[in-house]
């Protein structure tokens, strides 16, 4: 019995190898069984090389790997590339007819574009038949596989499940099984990635108005809000440049509208005037950042965390803001919903911090939409007399809608008085500024009462792992092959930082870790603005990938020498 | 019922500004279109950009958006799509709507949203002190360009036409009977609708005299509004400068398009996702 699996299939842009390390997903998480994908994919359409890599297990699965114990080639280029992953007794599956390989006791070849010949098929549905070898090598069902395939494909399903099927018994014929995956009863569970997880979530707590412009790794928001808006009762448009995105959005928002706009870190870079300007005019807005390699135009479809610190310092000028950065899809569904409340509770821009990480890649969900609801914001009664940015105890003023008889709703870019009318007098400023500003209170012991950061692993632990965003997976997996104790401190709201959590836990600690993907240290260096504390020990990624847990694991040992 | 449309905002404009007319016909032609039933005050919406121009937000009693530089197409772009029975006039300079913001207000046009632009345009970046902007005149003179502007002014109008405006029209802010006229076509107009307004500045280009003597009424000599052709041969016109509408057709509108049922996008219920992580399962 096996207890996890890791696997990679490769091959080039346009062969369907995303979609068949997928499949692959979504047939062993049908087995019960928890996956996690990451695709690593180029900024091209067609040729170089792609390649998924699926590590799926009984327990819960937070990170690919890169040692894999099956590597699927549909191309030359996968084994030559990936060969030096494969652990000793490891095994090579390949198309027989496009690759060559002769790694004693390794090779699995399979005549895949004989068997898509003899059923007349298009060269592209070799995929399904190499499915049907995979599903045989770790003991799945081929009951499972059709029902996948025929979800997924449709109309066309039948010659995909009769390729599978011949996949299946040839490998059935010729190869020893790897082994048999450990299953468990489970409900079933769906397998998102972190952008759907944003996009579901937003729409619990509310999302009526989707805008943006493309740009690696948000567009799949995009396109998934774009493919479910009758199914979900939104409106999605994608206008000409993202100040237009997030300024339609502005404006969809004063008129009633719950909205989100997402981008990576150049559009977002575009955006800023605006986020300063849903600050000063309080018109709430929710912003989905997806980091990707920078700077500038960067890696476009590889991962980055190096955003941390301009998110965190959007837009200029002082006014409350908040930023939340989800670990993995159950945070990332759970947290857009509060991302979402929050904005319009306290009339202010919250951003969504994310990368090409979490935002792309696939895991096993727990998510349940009764835990999560529109909530309660302080609305006018209605009537003559109403002040947009009417002063109040708490900062919040009571929000209206236009369309409302008798309120007359002003709100003002410029500095403005509790009617909305423009003024530039300093006692005046000072207030509304203060005003602005008390919600920042408001905000941050609302927060006490919700999830800012997560504790993991041993609580009396003498080494502490601090990190965010991301790299959560790599440190939970790397935490399972460690053989210290390690307790970790997962931060999930870097604005307002939760100093009344963090602080709990880092005197009683021998050393301090951090870890995250850039290469200047920003989240060590936002802590010790927050708290004084200095982290002395940090871990580093700036090659635009994510942590391998085992590479993390023995970084985290060297550190500790 | 007469519209309470004043405000206790103070007016900050030079004596003469050509943006006092503009003013003054707005308000008439809300007062009109509410009178109508076309809307009511509290559906209407205006906003501006920032300039001397944007001051109009806080000089009429109406709901309004003061925005950033350049942005005015695209907030109430979003306001009409979060809630199609809001009626949006958006008022820009020159300097925001062909220098700042000139690609919003060539994709509204293109989109055919149904909205109203109202440009201010008195060729000249007024509130920052005078420097040539997008419709400036060659060889016009700043503190910016001290030997004179070396680019050619844009067309406001071809812009527009080329850009897909189903309505475009010139107005003169002295002539506040015309002008309002103008505004109440535009807003009733079902699609993206369009005003260049001449506004004498005072201050940095004062054109008062040179519009007097040359503006006609397009409309009176029959010119025919659904003849794209015939409308960009007479934007041409130097010597003599026609006011009035020189394109007017019909086209399906971007929000026809797009929404499903002219509700407030606020007012649809929260759906259960159930249906689609069943999809991922
Ligand atoms: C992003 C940005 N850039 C520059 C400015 C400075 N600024 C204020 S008003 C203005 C020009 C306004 O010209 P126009 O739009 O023609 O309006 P007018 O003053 O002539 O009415 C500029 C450049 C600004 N407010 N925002
Ligand atoms: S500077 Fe020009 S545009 Fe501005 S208020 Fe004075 S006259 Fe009007
Ligand atoms: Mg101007």
Excluded at chain 1, 407 to 423: L, Q, T
Excluded at chain 1, 530 to 538: D, H, R
Excluded at chain 2, 58 to 83: C, E, Q, T, W
């Amino acid at each position: 019995m096996l207890d996890e699996v890791s696997l990679l299939v490769g091959g080039k842009a346009g062969e369907g190898v995303r979609s068949t390390g997928y499949i692959i997903g979504r047939i062993l998480n049908r087995h019960g069984l928890n996956v996690f994908i990451r695709d690593d994919y180029q900024s091209l359409i067609q040729g170089g090389h792609n390649f998924s890599q699926i590590r799926s297990s009984s327990k819960e699965t937070w990170s690919h790997y890169e040692k894999v114990d099956l590597i699927a080639a549909l191309d030359q280029k996968t084994i030559d590339l990936h060969e030096k992953e494969l652990v000793s007794n490891g095994r090579v599956l390949f198309d027989s007819e496009e690759v060559k390989y002769c790694g004693s006791g390794k090779a699995l070849s399979i005549p895949l574009l004989k068997m898509v010949e003899e059923i007349k098929g298009l060269k592209i549905m070799r995929n399904s038949a190499l499915i049907g070898v995979v599903a045989y090598l770790y003991g799945l069902d081929l009951t499972k596989v059709n029902a996948v395939l025929t979800k997924i494909y449709r109309e066309k399903a039948p010659k995909n499940l009769a390729l599978a099927k011949k996949g299946y018994e040839y490998a059935e014929k010729n190869f020893d099984r790897i082994g048999e995956i450990k299953r468990i009863d489970r409900l079933p569970k769906p397998l998102l990635t972190g952008n759907q997880a944003i996009a579901l979530g937003a729409v619990k707590a509310g999302l009526k108005v989707y805008i943006a412009y493309p740009m690696t790794p948000s567009t799949s928001i995009l396109h998934y809000l774009a493919g479910h808006q009758d199914k979900l009762g939104l409106t999605v448009v994608q206008p000409e440049n993202e100040i237009a995105v997030i300024i339609m959005a502005l404006g969809a928002s004063y008129a009633g509208a719950r909205s989100m706009v997402a981008s990576s870190g150049g559009g977002f870079a575009l955006m800023q005037e605006a986020i300063s300007m849903s600050g000063m005019t309080e018109v709430p807005l929710v912003i989905v950042e997806c980091q990707r390699g920078g700077p500038s135009t960067g890696v476009a479809t590889y991962t980055s965390q190096a955003d941390l610190k301009f998110v965190v310092n959007a837009g200029h000028g002082d006014f409350p803001k908040v930023v939340v950065a989800p670990g993995d899809t159950e945070e990332a569904f759970y947290k857009t919903a509060e991302a979402l409340n929050l904005a319009w509770k306290y009339q202010i821009p919250v951003i969504v911090l994310s990368d090409k990480h979490l935002s792309e890649s696939y895991k096993t969900t727990s998510i349940d939409e009764n835990n999560v609801s529109k909530e309660e914001v302080k609305m006018a009664n209605g009537g003559g007399g109403y002040k947009r940015y009417e002063l109040t105890e708490d900062g919040i003023s009571p929000l209206a809608f236009p369309g409302t008889p008798e309120a007359v709703i002003k709100v003002n870019s410029y500095e403005h008085n509790p009617s909305g009318y423009a003024i530039d007098e300093p006692e005046l400023i000072n207030k509304m500024q203060e005003k602005r500003l008390r919600k920042y209170a408001q905000i941050a012991a609302d927060l006490r009462s919700r999830e800012t950061v997560k504790i993991y692993g041993e609580k009396d632990a003498d080494n502490l792992i601090v990190s965010w965003g991301s790299a959560k997976g790599a440190v939970l997996e790397a935490m399972k092959l460690l053989k210290r104790k390690f307790k970790f401190l997962h931060v999930i709201y870097p604005k307002p930082f939760p100093v009344w959590e963090v602080e709990k836990h880092l005197d009683k600690v021998k050393n301090v870790i951090s870890v995250e993907c850039n290469s200047t240290g920003q989240f060590a260096s936002l802590l010790r603005e927050e708290t004084g504390f200095l982290v002395n020990k940090k871990i580093l990624k700036y090659d635009s990938r994510p942590f391998d847990p085992e590479d993390l694991a023995n970084r985290i040992e060297r550190v500790l020498e | 019922m007469k519209l309470e449309l004043d405000t206790p905002a103070e007016k900050t404009w030079c004596r003469g500004c050509g943006d006092f007319g503009i003013l003054t016909a707005v308000k008439r032609a809300i007062q009109e279109l509410v009178d109508s039933g076309e809307t009511r005050h509290e559906n209407i919406v205006i906003a501006s950009g920032i300039g001397c121009h944007n001051k109009i937000v806080d000089y009429i009693n109406v709901n309004s958006f003061d925005v950033l530089h350049g942005r005015v197409p695209p907030i109430i772009s979003g306001m009409k799509i979060a809630n199609p029975n809001l009626k949006v006039i958006g008022f820009a300079g020159d300097g925001d709507a062909y220098n700042e913001g000139i690609s919003h207000l060539v994709y509204s046009a293109k989109r055919n949203i149904d909205i109203t632009m109202i440009i201010h345009d008195n060729e000249v970046f007024a509130l920052t002190t005078g420097q040539a902007t997008a419709t400036s005149s060659l060889g016009f003179s700043t503190k910016a360009m001290p030997k004179g502007n070396i680019e050619v002014p844009l067309n406001p109008i071809h812009l527009m036409l080329t850009s897909g405006a189903t309505f475009v029209a010139r107005g003169f802010s002295f002539d506040i009977k015309h002008l309002t006229s103008l505004i109440k076509e535009a807003v009733k107009h079902h699609g993206f609708s369009f005003i260049d307004v001449l506004q004498p500045c005072k201050t940095y280009h004062d054109t008062t005299q040179f519009l007097r003597e040359r503006i006609y009424y397009l409309n009176e000599k029959g010119h025919d509004t659904k003849d794209f052709r015939a409308a960009w041969e007479r934007a041409d016109e130097k010597e003599r400068i026609p006011i009035g509408i020189f394109y007017k057709i019909e086209r399906k509108t971007f929000e026809d398009q797009l929404l499903k049922g002219k509700i407030p996008a606020y007012e649809k219920e929260i759906p259960s996702i159930n249906h689609v992580i069943e999809e991922h399962i």
